[in-house]
């Protein structure tokens, strides 16, 4: 008599339908020995202001430009832009099909989240979370606006082991003159399931009544009982680790009472709640480890907001949401590689999104440093 499939246990495939992939899960792996590489030890002791740090209060940054003496977020175009103004010049002529290029344009904006260089979203007041919120708000109004931008993508790099390259609290918005890849890849796959027939369900509905994939899975996590992979949840957000999460403790974060197609369209009270959520999980994330807790987070939304009445609503199926992809698997200093069969086959994790999302609940909502003997 074979076994009864237990997910908890055996190896098994997740679909992830925002993406149409599947990920390979191996519980059981998580159980053997790491001899691989170990990275150092993050610094605690940040000091406050760093006369060295370019993006604190009055310093000269690397292009020559002066950081302005600023009292809560400040923001400026990146001295070293990864896509610079349009107009964008014209394409080339292609020596073969294979080889084709075409230009891209945009721009660059960097975010500082507050002029404290120790302070990360988990240890700011809550109102000073507030303040990034409508930061965002601006500059996606602002870049969204203007004439050839397609999109605009708002994220941050937290941490060295990510990629960032200053420890001083900061995010980054960048605009495209083209809709990148994975945002292309999402709007079509929401289009698709918004056309599709599925069960009657109670979730909220998308533009002109029609099914939202991310309303649908939302209102599946926080109403159906048994599931385990809710980490956080306030009145209007819900964070999970998701039913198809590659990164260990990877999180999906998004509002669940109603369809939200943008930043833009939150009320004041979704607001709060947002920075709330925000503080939240990333609170629990410094807490797993005991360390300042590394991730690349991003939002997704519309590409840019409605500019009049007589566009199309097709692109309000987007469903406002944050991607965190935190690399570190069982401790501050042992993160997840992507390799082998992962670049070559098929994507892989070994612990459980329900496992994972049990871990961070079970952290604290008062930050390790905020706490007293």
């Given amino acids: 008599?074979?076994?009864?499939?237990?997910?908890?246990?055996?190896?098994?495939?997740?679909?992830?339908?925002?993406?149409?992939?599947?990920?390979?899960?191996s519980p059981h792996r998580n159980k053997r020995p790491w001899l691989g590489q170990v990275e150092?030890?993050?610094?605690?002791?940040?000091?406050?202001?760093?006369?060295?740090?370019?993006?604190?209060?009055?310093?000269?940054?690397?292009?020559?430009?002066?950081?302005?003496?600023?009292?809560?977020?400040?923001?400026?175009?990146?001295?070293?832009?990864?896509?610079?103004?349009?107009?964008?010049?014209?394409?080339?002529?292609?020596?073969?099909?294979?080889?084709?290029?075409?230009?891209?344009?945009?721009?660059?904006?960097?975010?500082?989240?507050h002029p404290r260089h120790d302070l990360t979203i988990p240890r700011l007041p809550r109102e000073d979370?507030?303040?990034?919120?409508?930061?965002?708000?601006?500059?996606?109004?602002k870049r969204g606006s203007q004439e050839g931008i397609k999109h605009v993508q708002i994220?941050?790099?937290?941490?060295?082991?990510?990629?960032?390259?200053?420890?001083?609290?900061?995010?980054?918005?960048w605009s495209f003159t083209t809709v990148p890849t994975l945002i292309a890849q999402e709007k079509t796959n929401l289009i698709d399931y918004s056309n599709s027939k599925h069960p009657p369900s109670n979730a909220p509905r998308g533009p002109n009544g029609r099914p939202c994939l991310l309303c649908e899975y939302a209102h599946t996590e926080v109403n159906i009982e048994g599931t385990e992979r809710v980490v956080v949840k306030n009145d209007h957000w819900v964070a999970v680790v998701p039913w198809w999460a590659y990164w260990p403790f990877e999180i999906l974060m998004l509002p669940y009472r109603r369809h939200i197609p943008s930043i833009l369209h939150l009320t004041p009270e979704e607001r709060r709640s947002f920075a709330d959520i925000l503080s939240k999980v990333t609170k629990r994330y410094d807490n797993l480890f005991l360390c300042s807790f590394a991730y690349s987070m991003g939002l997704h939304q519309r590409p840019t907001p409605l500019s009049s009445p007589e566009e199309s609503d097709e692109d309000d199926i987007a469903h406002l949401h944050l991607h965190?992809?935190?690399?570190?698997?069982?401790?501050?200093t042992v993160k997840k590689f992507m390799a082998g069969i992962e670049l070559m086959a098929e994507a892989q994790r070994d612990i459980t999104p329900e496992q994972a999302a049990n871990q961070l609940r079970a952290c604290s909502e008062?930050?390790?440093?905020?706490?007293?003997?």
């Avoid at 008599?1 to 899960?25: A, C, G, W």
């Fill in 1 to 25: 008599m074979s076994e009864i499939f237990d997910p908890s246990t055996h190896p098994h495939r997740r679909y992830n339908p925002l993406t149409k992939q599947y990920i390979i899960v």
């Fill in 366 to 373: 008062v930050h390790y440093l905020d706490t007293t003997e």
């Fill in 129 to 141: 979370v507030e303040r990034i919120i409508e930061e965002w708000i601006k500059i996606y109004v």
């Fill in 40 to 113: 150092p030890a993050q610094s605690k002791d940040l000091p406050e202001y760093d006369p060295a740090c370019y993006l604190c209060p009055g310093n000269i940054r690397a292009g020559g430009k002066k950081t302005e003496v600023y009292q809560h977020t400040y923001i400026f175009e990146n001295d070293y832009s990864a896509v610079l103004p349009p107009p964008t010049p014209q394409a080339p002529i292609a020596p073969h099909h294979l080889l084709t290029a075409e230009p891209v344009g945009g721009g660059c904006d960097v975010l500082i989240f």
């Fill in 155 to 173: 994220f941050e790099n937290k941490g060295a082991i990510m990629g960032c390259s200053n420890p001083h609290p900061h995010g980054q918005v």
């Fill in 324 to 332: 965190f992809s935190p690399p570190l698997l069982r401790s501050a």
